[in-house]
């Protein structure tokens, strides 16, 4: 604290800021002079990035050419003239389709021999392939390839093949040839500064095309000292000894043996002395950050003092409205500071609400609370017996309570309800089937019918369907309509099956009470028990209104 203090010492927003306005503008003056010193290295940098991007550029180029090629040949691979044999109209269809392309296609076997070329009519004598190690490598990699450049026996002119590998014995590959002139066309230096140059290498290191002011032939060498540096995706090549002041960029071409490579020579920059202009500059960058640094304290000293006086008020409890000042952010913290006062009213209120709504639900939790003990104290036969019977009864009552709580007693959806009630007896879950519309109840209908489910589920797993194994459940609840009764209901039923042959009991229990006397009573309706003997069926009848929350 004591250092922290030693370079922050108290003193007003004005000295502040006009201090970071000189810590801002002093480093500026080092900042300028670096950059002058540095400017024509990053001229450089720009200029090798710009040249590998423009290598790149030239690549997706030549891959797009490449890729129309192997598109054409996976679609004539699968053309039924080729699947049938035809190659007679396989060779009619093929040089149909590339009539007005300078491409040709060429069918051959597993031993290179050409089976047609559209370069010559059907049924001409044929040899083999001139680039049999093309076809041998593709053959062999089961991917389509392309050639390195090479003289085309047909044509006579520098060619290039792309091969299309095929599993069948007859017609082994296809091959899409084109003279290396032909591709040229797409090979630029527009965009490229002038003196530039641009050219595509195949893999043995020859060029394919070319084009600029060192124009290279096709099956020309590329010069052999250069090529091995090139071993990245992309980058850019220099070196004085063997390109004096030149830059050359170049690029893979994605999934393919060749690269583009561009070069062509730097142009020489050079950077005036401005340390003049830089010092007067540099004092008046100081001035005026100085007064705008005082100008800034002076209002933001009133803002600040505005907001203290708006965080006083509502400190002494006061709903406060917000100051309008020329800083945005001020603003801001005004209106914050305004709805906070206002929030705290809010919520004194609410916590008022709550504080009386909590002693209205903790007194009606403990009348149904001796409610349920005074019944089960009549049934007890033992302490023991009654201890149980509260306890079980209670747990009940805790799940439904725990939910509401989890909702902020704001209702909860029946489905949960049901599930939570049933999780208490996990080992009859799969004999138990659940089925209706979900809908959000009250928090009254939560407690009410979390009783009712509690009860009826215990005295199933004790005496009827939830006892046995095979026993069977089924727990729905849908809409009636009733003419006599204008208002919508809510028919539930809990039907069991399977278990027990069942007798009526002959007194009235606590859990008979609440499953008819307390659920007709709270829900407003009827409830209906039948005590069938291949099961228990319980059917509630209720007013939806007394259920569902609006």
Do not use: C
């Not at 006579?156 to 899409?176: E, K, M, Q, S």
């Not at 730097?266 to 002395?273: E, H, K, N, P, T």
């Amino acid at each position: 604290m004591k250092i922290v203090a030693l370079f922050f010492p108290k003193a007003s927003i004005g000295t502040y800021l006009v201090a970071m306005a000189v810590a801002i503008a002093l480093p500026i003056f080092a900042f300028v002079a670096l950059l002058l010193l540095q400017l024509e290295d990053n001229q450089r940098s720009t200029l090798k990035r710009e040249t590998a991007q423009d290598a790149l550029a030239l690549s997706r180029i030549i891959d797009r050419q490449l890729q129309d090629m192997a598109t054409t040949l996976r679609l004539l691979s699968s053309s039924p003239e080729l699947e049938n044999g035809n190659l007679a109209a396989f060779h009619e269809r093929t040089e149909t389709a590339l009539r007005d392309n300078t491409m040709f296609v060429i069918a051959v076997d597993r031993s290179g021999q050409q089976l047609l070329n559209t370069r010559r009519a059907f049924g001409t004598p044929l040899d083999k392939v001139a680039n049999i190690p093309a076809l041998e490598s593709a053959m062999a990699s089961g991917r389509i390839e392309a050639s390195d450049v090479f003289r085309g026996r047909i044509s006579g002119d520098w060619v290039y093949n792309v091969t299309l590998p095929r599993a069948d014995d007859r017609v082994a590959a296809l091959i899409i040839t084109q003279d290396a002139r032909d591709l040229g066309k797409l090979v630029t230096t527009e965009g490229l500064a002038s003196g530039w140059s641009a050219a595509v290498v195949d893999q043995s290191g020859h060029i394919v095309a070319s084009t600029g002011p060192t124009h290279l032939e096709p099956g020309t060498p590329f010069d052999r000292r250069i090529l091995p540096a090139l071993t990245a995706s992309r980058g850019v090549f220099q070196d004085e000894a063997i390109m004096p002041h030149m830059l050359l960029g170049y690029a893979k071409i994605p999934g393919w043996s060749w690269k583009t490579v561009i070069w062509g020579p730097i142009a020489q920059a050079s950077i005036l002395s401005t340390w003049r202009f830089l010092i007067i500059g540099g004092v008046a960058l100081v001035l005026v950050a100085v007064l705008g640094a005082y100008a800034v304290a002076r209002q933001v000293r009133t803002t600040i003092r505005e907001i203290a006086d708006m965080a006083n008020r509502m400190g002494e409890g006061h709903i406060v409205s917000p100051v309008e000042t020329s800083v945005i952010e001020a603003n801001q913290v005004a209106i914050a500071l305004s709805n906070a006062s206002f929030d705290r009213s809010q919520t004194e209120d609410r916590l008022r609400f709550v504080m009386h709504e909590l002693v209205h639900r903790t007194k009606n939790l403990l009348t149904l609370t001796q409610a349920m003990m005074r019944q089960l104290a009549k049934q007890a036969d033992s302490v023991e017996s009654f201890s149980a019977a509260v306890s079980d009864r209670l747990q009940g009552l805790v799940r439904s309570i725990e939910l509401l709580t989890s909702e902020q007693w704001g209702g909860v959806s029946l489905r949960r309800v049901v599930d939570i009630h049933l999780q208490a007896f996990p080992q009859s879950r799969e004999q138990i089937e659940i089925s209706g519309e979900d809908f959000v109840l009250k928090p009254d209908a939560v407690q009410n019918l979390g009783l009712a489910l509690h009860e009826l589920a215990t005295n199933s797993v004790k005496y009827g369907a939830l006892s046995v194994p095979q026993g069977r459940v089924r727990f729905q609840w849908r809409d009636v309509r009733e003419e006599d009764k204008p208002e919508a209901l809510l028919r539930f039923s809990w039907e069991e099956s399977g278990g027990p042959p069942v007798v009526e009991p002959s007194r009235s229990g606590f859990g008979t009470t609440v499953i008819k006397a307390h659920a007709a009573a709270a829900f407003r309706g009827t409830v209906e028990v039948d005590y069938r003997p291949e099961g228990l069926l319980w059917v509630l009848t209720a007013q939806r209104n007394t259920l569902e929350r609006e």
